[in-house]
Each structure stands twice: as C-alpha cells, then as structure tokens.
C-alpha cells in the first residue's frame, strides 16, 4: 500500500497577450517593412488572483523538479509502449518501469501533503496529456484507478483533474511559465538514478530539435516575407 500511494502521489492570471515587433530585413527600395510579432505577458493581479497565485507559486516550486523528472520517464515509458504490439511485453515492460520509478524516488513523495500531491499531477499532466488516473490505470490497472479515485475523493481531491491553463490552473500557468523563464527558480531535485538521467536527457535533446525546427520555420518564413 505503501508502494501504490507513492506512486499515486508521483502520476497521482488574468493575462492578456501584446505584442512586441522586430524589424525583419527588407529588400530593394520598394519593398514594405514586416515585422514578426512576438507573444509577450500583461498580467492584472486582483486580490483574489493574488491569493491563487502566491498558493500556486508556494507548491509549483517545490514539487517542479520532481514533476519534471517523473513526467520525462513517464512519456518515455510511453514512446516505448507504442514501439510494442505484444500484451506481454507490454505487461513485463510496465513492471520495470514501475520499479524504475520506484528505485527514483521511494518513499519520498508519500510524505507529500494531498495539495502538494494534486500541483505535482498537474504538471504532470502539463508535460505528459495524462491525467494520474490514466497513469494508474496503466500502470497499476483499473481497480486500482478507481479504489484511490475514491480515496482522493475523500480529501474532496481527484485523480482525473487536468491542468487548465485558461480555467482554473490560471494563476499555476504564469507561476510555470515565470519558473521555464527563470524568473523563478524551483526547488532543487536532481535526478538520482542512471534511468531517470537518460529519460531528462532524451527530453532536453526532444526539446532542441523541436527549437532549432521552429527557428527554421521562422526563418524560411522571414526569408519568403522579404523577398515579397
């Protein structure tokens, strides 16, 4: 039971946008100025958004790290799963990953409080699609999703709450961006095991590939826009 409840905790604002213009480069003397606009924050704090986000800030920043590295063993775990067609490879893969997950973090995040617990599913879901009851009820079956749903339920918490950026994870969504800014800095939580290392490490790499693509795109479109 133990085992099963960290691993429930592991899976278990008002902004407006504006825009910044830089000059792109024209060519010939008929050609007509463009710019490409840039996305940029305008954040109005009432009182009441005020509370959410310094409730928000005090739990994202200290669970951040486990989130990250958990949500980077999770979908690679994913990646994997997809690669096999076999129901007992599938079954006998989920056991390592499991116990991977176990040899990373133990009992250390048991010890979490329910609302710690539900910030840390949140960014969970952020950076994986996966609610913790669809983690669960891969991982550790359908029986299982259900008897901690019901658990949760009794803490008047829930395995299936998404992360709502533009709903009610508003003010957890400027706290995350301030924190990938660097505005903010997280609690420190270096991975520990050689299995949760590779897994940030194929997510660091995934994520430079995907930014030096989107600088290409940007380029080749800034390229096309000048010779106009």
Same mark, same amino acid.
Do not use: C
């Given at each position: $039971?133990?085992?099963?409840?960290? #691993?429930?905790?592991?899976?278990?604002?008002?902004?407006?946008?504006?825009? &910044?213009?830089?000059?792109?480069?024209?060519?010939?003397?008929? @050609?007509?100025?463009?710019?490409?606009?840039?996305?940029? !924050?305008?954040?109005? #704090?009432?009182?009441?958004?005020?509370? =959410?986000?310094?409730? *928000? %800030? #005090?739990?994202?920043?200290?669970?951040?790290?486990?989130?990250?590295?958990?949500?980077? $063993?999770?979908? =690679?775990? =994913?990646?994997?799963?997809?690669?096999?067609?076999?129901?007992?490879?599938?079954?006998?893969?989920?056991?390592?990953?499991?116990?991977?997950?176990?040899?990373? #973090?133990? !009992?250390?995040? *048991?010890?979490?409080?329910?609302?710690?617990? $539900?910030?840390?599913?949140?960014?969970?879901?952020?950076?994986?699609?996966?609610?913790? &009851?669809?983690?669960?009820?891969?991982?550790?079956?359908?029986?299982?999703?259900?008897?901690?749903?019901?658990?949760?339920?009794?803490?008047?918490?829930?395995?299936?709450?998404? &992360?709502?950026?533009?709903?009610?994870?508003?003010?957890? @969504?400027?706290?995350?961006?301030?924190?990938?800014?660097?505005?903010?800095?997280?609690?420190?939580?270096?991975?520990?095991?050689?299995?949760?290392?590779?897994?940030?490490?194929? %997510?660091?790499?995934?994520?430079?590939?995907?930014?030096?693509?989107?600088?290409?795109?940007?380029?080749?479109?800034?390229?096309?826009?000048?010779?106009?």
């Amino acid at each position: $039971m133990r085992l099963l409840g960290t #691993f429930i905790l592991l899976i278990s604002i008002v902004s407006t946008w504006s825009q &910044y213009q830089r000059p792109i480069p024209v060519v010939g003397q008929d @050609s007509i100025p463009s710019y490409i606009l840039d996305e940029a !924050d305008i954040v109005a #704090f009432d009182a009441e958004f005020q509370k =959410e986000y310094d409730r *928000a %800030k #005090f739990y994202a920043v200290r669970v951040y790290e486990y989130a990250q590295i958990a949500a980077a $063993m999770v979908n =690679e775990f =994913e990646d994997t799963l997809e690669t096999m067609d076999r129901k007992w490879d599938q079954n006998k893969f989920l056991k390592q990953a499991k116990k991977d997950l176990k040899d990373e #973090f133990g !009992d250390e995040i *048991a010890n979490f409080s329910v609302n710690r617990g $539900m910030y840390l599913m949140k960014i969970i879901h952020k950076e994986t699609g996966l609610s913790a &009851y669809e983690i669960i009820k891969k991982y550790n079956g359908g029986i299982n999703a259900l008897m901690w749903q019901s658990t949760m339920k009794f803490f008047g918490a829930s395995l299936k709450h998404d &992360y709502e950026p533009t709903g009610e994870d508003e003010a957890l @969504s400027v706290v995350l961006r301030e924190i990938e800014s660097g505005e903010l800095k997280p609690y420190s939580r270096p991975a520990k095991t050689t299995k949760a290392k590779e897994s940030l490490s194929k %997510k660091e790499k995934k994520k430079m590939k995907k930014k030096k693509k989107k600088a290409e795109k940007e380029k080749e479109k800034a390229k096309k826009m000048a010779s106009q």
